[in-house]
């Protein structure tokens, strides 16, 4: 994530050996805030959002709409009131663009309301090996006309307004699902969408265009029904919580042999998190929207795949190679999707864990390790918050940077450490 010139990185500094115990509430889904930022702009009306996590790529995405033209109240706080009524831009700003992989979420409403979308190449998290395939396929099925530009920008535009589409996605992207959707709410007519992703912030951008006006069927299946075109209109909404968040603190705990309750994610989005936790024999159960965690000696098992919803997620598999260094046995930890992930956590070998990275893919990890502090490079957000995980657990001193690569998903990330009693200190800052 690029900082402006002149200004430096900053370093957490994590004294480990010591539990993480108390309580903590979670924030939003931050999967689900920015396509519903996005969806913002389908109206004129102004919207209120409730319960958004206060996190570094929420901030990027309000400033690309307000450089865009719309009108955001409320940020840095929980609730934002976006009024899209005056956006004249159709080129997102291209430095913020290159911050946030989610930016590509608004072609569908510029293609909507401008007719035309110039967007520089998103970045985020492993930019090289996200393609922009499934959200290309929905916008031009859908009326979008991709136009040549040397630049390497992705240009469409819709002079005829976009159009109702029958489309099999080349794959069950999360957010080329909810391009999809986007654009889909706009077009007049029923669009249905199939090998759809399922996640719950799909299904609940879902529920959100519905109450905007937009008529969506199959809700959390693979096959979504969508009936737009009409007039949309703002609506409030408070997202659900972030079960990803929920179980990257309950790893946290669990690897320092801490107590933590955790609240605000619901149970049902948990339980493919919870069990492989429970799975690694880690005492944790789940009570409407609170995640209790008690000390634990965790286990290996043979081994954890990733897999697109209900399936255990990837955005977890950093942690869980760090939970499987403190297990008793050999776990094989596969991530099909992103081998960056992988590649990231070999610096816990410098960190005296037993790992062997088989092939881009595929981990196995030998536990339980004692872990000494090192020096660590948070490469993408997940990763990041994984070692930050390792430092806790670890004796003796680690420095984890760039720490706003983690603050970009994490919010308030060094006090809520210290209120569960991490001994940290932040340099640089």
Same mark, same amino acid.
């Given at each position: ?16 050996? &010591? ?6 509430? *979670? ?19 102004? $919207? ?186 703002? *609506?409030? &909404? ?23 309750? *955790? ?20 005492? $944790? ?35 869980? $190679? ?108």
């Amino acid at each position: 994530m690029a900082k402006p010139v002149g200004s430096s990185f900053t370093s957490l500094v994590v004294e480990g050996g &010591h539990r993480l115990e108390g309580r903590i509430d *979670v924030g939003g889904n931050k999967n689900a805030a920015l396509p519903l930022l996005a969806a913002c702009l389908l109206t004129d009306g102004a $919207c209120v959002l409730t319960n958004v996590p206060r996190i570094k790529d929420v901030q990027v995405m309000s400033d690309l709409l307000r450089g865009l033209g719309a009108v955001i109240e409320g940020e840095g706080t929980a609730t934002l009131r976006v009024d899209g009524a005056g956006v004249t831009g159709d080129v997102p700003d291209r430095d913020l663009v290159g911050r946030l992989r989610g930016s590509v979420l608004l072609c569908g409403p510029l293609l909507a309301r401008r007719g035309r979308v110039r967007l520089a190449p998103p970045g985020g998290d492993f930019p090289a090996r996200r393609t922009l395939s499934a959200h290309l396929q929905a916008l031009e099925a859908m009326g979008g006309r991709r136009l040549a530009d040397r630049g390497g920008d992705f240009v469409l535009e819709a002079p005829d307004g976009l159009r109702p589409a029958s489309l099999y996605l080349v794959e069950a992207s999360v957010t080329g699902t909810e391009t999809a959707l986007l654009a889909a709410a706009a077009a007049p007519g029923v669009s249905e969408i199939r090998h759809a992703a399922c996640e719950p912030h799909v299904a609940e951008l879902c529920r959100f265009l519905t109450r905007m006006g937009a008529e969506v069927e199959g809700t959390g299946t693979s096959t979504l029904r969508v009936a737009g075109g009409g007039r949309l209109a703002g *609506v409030e &909404h408070r997202l659900g919580g972030d079960y990803i968040e929920a179980g990257s603190w309950a790893v946290a705990a669990a690897v320092t042999g801490g107590e933590i309750d *955790v609240h605000g994610a619901a149970a049902g989005d948990l339980e493919p998190i919870t069990s492989v936790l429970k799975r690694m024999a880690i005492d $944790c159960e789940v009570d409407d929207d609170r995640l209790r965690l008690r000390p634990s000696r965790p286990e290996a098992v043979r081994q954890i795949t990733t897999s697109p919803w209900p399936g255990f997620p990837s955005d977890m598999v950093s942690l869980i $190679c760090v939970l499987a260094t403190q297990a008793r046995g050999a776990t094989l930890i596969h991530d099909w999707m992103y081998e960056l992930r992988l590649f990231a956590l070999e610096q816990l070998s410098g960190m005296s864990a037993d790992l062997f990275l088989c092939d881009p893919h595929r981990m196995i990890v030998n536990g339980p390790a004692a872990l000494t502090g090192r020096t660590l490079d948070s490469r993408d957000l997940r990763s990041g918050m994984a070692l930050i995980a390792a430092a806790l657990a670890a004796e003796g001193t680690s420095r984890i940077h760039p720490l706003e690569t983690v603050e970009r998903g994490y919010a308030q990330l060094v006090e809520r450490l210290l209120a569960l009693g991490a001994r940290i200190h932040v340099e640089g800052r």
